[in-house]
C-alpha cells in the first residue's frame, strides 16, 4: 500500500531540483544583467561618478541644485560656498551637456531632493541645433542613475523626440549603446565597486584644471547685452522646461558664466548673444536671470591667472566665480543657512575640510605649473584621506 506514495515523492524530487535550477538560473541571468548595466556599460568618467554620488546625498539634504554642462562645476564648488554662505548645494553636471538634459536632471534629483534653487547653466541652450540634436550621451548617464517609474519612461521618450542619434531602447539599457566599452569599464571595475559601496562623497562633485593659460584679453563686445535669435525647437524645448520647474513650483535662476571671449573664437562670441537670448527668455516667464559675463571684471578675473583655458576657471577662478554667485543666491535669491540634521551638519563640515585642502593642493601645482585633470573620484579621495589624515 505505501509503495505508490514512495514512488510519488520520489518523482516529485525531480521536479523540485528542476525548478530550483531553473529559478536559479533566472536569478543568475537577472544578476548578470544588472550588473553588465550598472557597472560595465557607461564610461567610467567624472560626469558617471559625480551622479553617482548626487544619489548618495541624504534626502531632502541639498538646498540648491546647479544643472548644467562643464562650467557647472568648473566654475562652482560646492563645499566652498557652503564654507562662505551656509547653504548645500550640488552640481549635478555633465560635461557638454545641453537644454535636453536639463529637465531629465531635474526630474531625477526630485526623486530624493527638494531644492529651494535650481541654478542652470545657459550655454548648455546656446549651441547650435545640429549639436543638440546629436548629444545623447549626456542623457545616457542621467537615465542610467535614474529610478525605473513611469516618469522616466515618459521622460526617455520626449528626449527621444529631441536627440537622433538614439533609441528608447539605448537609454533603458546600456549596453546596447556602450557595449564595445566593456573592456575599458573591467579595468575601472575595482574603483566602480568603491564608489558603489562607499558614502557620499565629501568632495561634492568638485572638478578642475592645475594650470593657467595664455589667453587673449576679454573683449569689451562679451559684456552686452544683445541678443541673437534661437532655433524654435531649441526655444521651445527651454520655454518646456520653465513651465516643468513651475509645475514643481520650483524657483529657477539661469546663469551665464563668466568665459575668456575674444575674436579667437568668433562662434563663441555668437553664442553668447545666444545665451543672452535664454537670459531674456527667462526674465520673461519670471525666472532669476543673472549674466555673470558682465561683471567679469567685478570678480577680479585675470585672463592669465584664472582660467585653465577660455571656457572653464581653474581653481584661482572658481573661488572667485564661487563667492560672487553664492552672494548672488544668498542676497537676491534669499537663500540662507541650510537647516540640517547633527549628522548631515558634520558631513558638511567634513566637506569645508576637505574642500581646503584640495583648494591648497590645486593652487600649489598651478603654481608648480604641474598640469592635472583633477575631480572627485575613488582614486582623488584616497589620495585626500592622505592630505586631511583622516580614513572613511
Known amino acids: 500500500m505505501n509503495k505508490p506514495e514512495v514512488n510519488e515523492k520520489q518523482n516529485k524530487k525531480p521536479y523540485g531540483r528542476r525548478t530550483a535550477a531553473i529559478l536559479l538560473m533566472i536569478a543568475g541571468l537577472l544578476f548578470s544583467v544588472w550588473f553588465m548595466q550598472r557597472f560595465m556599460c557607461i564610461p567610467f568618467s567624472y560626469d558617471e561618478i559625480r551622479t553617482i554620488n548626487f544619489h548618495k546625498e541624504p534626502e531632502n539634504s541639498i538646498d540648491v541644485l546647479l544643472v548644467g554642462s562643464s562650467a557647472t562645476y568648473s566654475d562652482f564648488s560646492s563645499a ?15 560635461g557638454g551637456a545641453t537644454s535636453t538634459m536639463w529637465k531629465p ?6 526623486d530624493t531632493q527638494r531644492p529651494k534653487l535650481i541654478v542652470v547653466d545657459v550655454f548648455g541652450g546656446a549651441y547650435e541645433r545640429d549639436l543638440i540634436d546629436t548629444r545623447s550621451n549626456q542623457l ?7 529610478a525605473f517609474s513611469e516618469e522616466k519612461l515618459d521622460s526617455i521618450a520626449e528626449s527621444c523626440s529631441l536627440v537622433e542619434d538614439t533609441s528608447e531602447e539605448s537609454f533603458l539599457f546600456p ?3 556602450y557595449h564595445n566599452n566593456v573592456p575599458a569599464c573591467i579595468k575601472d571595475l575595482p574603483d566602480r565597486l568603491v564608489l558603489e559601496f562607499s558614502g557620499p562623497s565629501p568632495l561634492k562633485g568638485v572638478n578642475t584644471h592645475t594650470r593657467s593659460r595664455w589667453l587673449m584679453p576679454v573683449d569689451p563686445a562679451s559684456f552686452t547685452d544683445e541678443t541673437a535669435p534661437l532655433d524654435e525647437k531649441n526655444e521651445k524645448i527651454i520655454l518646456d522646461f520653465i513651465d516643468y520647474c513651475k509645475s514643481e513650483d520650483l524657483e529657477v535662476l539661469f546663469v551665464k558664466y563668466p568665459m575668456v571671449l575674444s575674436d579667437d573664437y568668433p562662434e563663441e562670441l555668437e553664442m ?8 531674456e527668455i527667462a526674465r520673461e516667464n519670471g ?15 585675470k585672463e592669465l591667472r584664472d582660467f585653465y583655458n577660455h571656457g ?7 573661488i572667485k566665480i564661487t563667492e560672487f554667485l553664492g552672494r548672488y543666491i544668498q542676497d537676491e535669491m534669499g537663500i540662507g543657512p541650510s537647516e540640517l540634521s547633527e549628522s548631515d551638519k558634520a558631513a558638511w563640515d567634513e566637506a569645508v ?12 601645482e598651478i603654481r608648480d605649473n604641474k598640469i592635472e585633470d583633477v575631480g572627485d573620484s575613488p582614486a582623488l579621495v584616497r589620495r585626500m584621506e592622505a592630505l586631511v589624515g583622516s580614513s572613511r
Open 353 to 364: 575640510v576637505w574642500w581646503n585642502a584640495f583648494r591648497d593642493m590645486t593652487l600649489e
Open 80 to 94: 566652498c560656498a557652503y564654507e562662505k554662505f551656509g547653504f548645500t548645494s550640488y552640481p549635478y553636471a555633465i
Open 140 to 146: 545616457s548617464i542621467v537615465y542610467s542613475h535614474t
Open 175 to 177: 549596453f546596447i549603446k
Open 287 to 301: 525666472c532669476g536671470a543673472l549674466n555673470m559675463q558682465k561683471h567679469f571684471n567685478d570678480m577680479h578675473l
Open 272 to 279: 553668447n548673444l545666444r545665451a543672452n537670448r535664454i537670459l
Open 312 to 318: 572653464h576657471a581653474n581653481t584661482r577662478g572658481q
Open 105 to 110: 536632471a531635474v526630474q531625477d534629483a526630485l
